[in-house]
């Protein structure tokens, strides 16, 4: 195959690059170069630049480096045909979302994939995983933020880690895969979108954001603690999602503060799968009838708590911050 594309291996740490450090544990040390060496296929398959960005394990990655990512890619986005991201598994999803929101409508591919085990392992999944997010990035149609892993191709704002340890660590939530791997053969479930506006960037996000997961019989008083640090709350409820306490409740009255002193609520669920429904019974309807509030309903975790990072970022008005967070964003909202 001719070496018509062009593609920039952006390496951030992660499993895939791990060697065991003197102390009998895992620790990123592997370049981004020497990635590339134990996968010797690739050299026939396109031409590939390397940026070493960070050497981290994923848990330490966040926002900062979210935003180093989209500004590699931005000043660096006319110079190649696509993008390959080497991350851990831990925040990977995150880390997707968050680009997703970051770098909107992008006629390039950007490819985040890892592995469960270490490249430098005799048997290890990321040889596959970097060949096939290779094979993705330069095959034709390929499009936006998406996660190659154990032989998906997943839309960046419907991937979730939901294993710790086995390859098949990641999934598409209530949502069909882009696309799958069958050997060498990529078979597409998405169409390519049509007539997409130009590619937007964005370079600032806002983490004044937490995650709120509702326990039986939590008190109210923690919404008092967090107005001090955070500008947006996502409420995990339970089952199809609500508010325990009724209309007098002291976690109505809470929120109820939360929301009129200009600040964001987000109901969502605990549930992994068929999101959240605040129309279904009455401790749903309680708190869908709080004005300003917003409801998760299918989104991801992550791709709720990155927007929402994106959102604060772009103001600091209530009412467009909604608006802003309502808008779907490459199917992260149906």
Known sequence: MPKTKKILLLATGGTIACKPTSRGVLAPAISAAELLQFVPELEGMCRIDTMQLYDLDS???????????AKAIR???????????????????????????MVQNPAKPIVLTG???????RDTDARNNLLHAFA?????GAWGVQIVFDNLVILGTRARKVRSKSLNAFSSIDYPETAVFRDDRLIRFLPTPQDRPPVRFCDRLDPAVFVLRLVPGMGADIFAALKDHY????????GVGGLPGGEDGPLLRAV????????LAVFSTQVQHEGSDLSVYEVGRIARELPGVLEARDMTPEAVVTKLMWVLAQTRDP??????????VQHDLL
């Open 59 to 69: 848990t330490n990655i966040g926002p900062e480096h979210w935003c180093g990512m």
């Open 75 to 101: 000043d660096h986005y006319g110079e190649y045909d696509g993008f390959v991201i080497a991350h851990g598994t831990d925040t990977m999803a995150y880390t997707a979302a968050a680009l997703s929101y």
């Open 115 to 121: 592995s469960q085990k270490s490249i430098y392992n």
């Open 136 to 140: 993705y990035a330069v095959s034709e």
């Open 231 to 238: 500008r947006a709350v996502v409420i995990e409820g339970f």
């Open 256 to 263: 109820r503060d939360w929301l009129a002193s200009g600040r």
């Open 319 to 328: 009412a467009a911050a909604r608006a802003l967070f309502e808008q779907p």
